[in-house]
């Protein structure tokens, strides 16, 4: 009897058949298949425009096969604002770096969650000025030495890092505010899970959303794949844990039921 092969995964047509040129270990192109793979699920395609700015992120456009804006750095949730406001039948996404979102564009994204903008932000922090070569950003942890923190970042020079979840969810206006990370396949399902989520809060009006994404940077971490996987969970998720910060739905349905 010949044994026949049975196909249990394929490829999301939204994304674009081409070799990804991101560092071995990287977690953008996981988060880039879990966004697509969101997309297919609502059937978006058609009427999906990603905004990118500045930063390992800007290159989306070449693996997610949508109508794609490139905006200034930091500038993508203004970008994104005025294309949903000017066409409010569109899904409109931002797919963002810690370096860019949490840094130059602090006001964008601080101001845009708390107008409530019905818009998804993806956000993928590793920790690191990716793109331009391993500076520290605002969210490098405390004693992580990078190009411009080579005795490693000191609280009382640099201050703590950025903790972006924690702080927009104290806003009234976002829906749904998540951190989640792609550093093993059960922590990649549960992140699959909160974009789908997310998506479904701009799909229904619910308002800005946003998944935060802990991702390991191999190539400035200086870490091989496999230890800079593990050193998301064993390091960075210690400042940064997991978990839902703000859910509208989920409070509005415990105030209904008290």
Not at 205 to 215: M, R
Request: net charge positive; proline share 7%.
């Amino acid at each position: 009897m010949i044994a026949t092969e049975k196909k249990v995964f394929a490829r999301t047509p939204v994304l674009t058949p081409k070799m990804t040129h991101y560092c071995p270990g990287c977690g953008h192109g996981i988060v880039h298949r879990l966004v697509a793979e969101a997309i297919e699920h609502y059937g978006l395609r058609e009427r999906m425009v990603c905004v990118a700015p500045v930063g390992c992120s800007v290159l989306a456009y070449k693996y997610i096969d949508v109508d794609m804006s490139e905006a200034a750095h930091g500038r993508a949730p203004a970008v994104a604002t005025g294309i949903k406001r000017a066409r409010p039948e569109l899904f409109v996404m931002t797919y963002q770096g810690d370096g860019d979102l949490a840094a130059i564009g602090t006001a964008e994204i601080v101001h845009a969650a708390n107008r409530g903008e019905n818009i998804s932000v993806i956000f993928v922090n590793n920790a690191v000025y990716g793109m331009t070569g391993g500076q520290m950003a605002p969210t490098t942890l405390l004693g992580q030495k990078t190009k411009t923190s080579p005795a490693g970042r000191a609280e009382k020079l640099e201050g703590p890092p950025i903790k972006v979840s924690e702080m927009l969810s104290t806003l009234d206006g976002p829906s749904y505010i998540a951190r989640v990370t792609v550093n093993k396949p059960a922590n990649i399902r549960k992140a699959k899970q909160a974009i789908l989520t997310a998506f479904g809060r701009q799909l229904d009006g619910k308002g800005f959303s946003l998944v935060e994404v802990l991702s390991p940077c191999p190539t400035y971490w200086r870490l091989p794949p496999q230890k800079a996987a593990e050193a998301v969970e064993n390091w960075m998720m210690k400042t940064f844990p997991l978990g839902v910060y703000k859910d509208k739905e989920a409070a509005d349905g415990k105030r209904a039921e008290g």
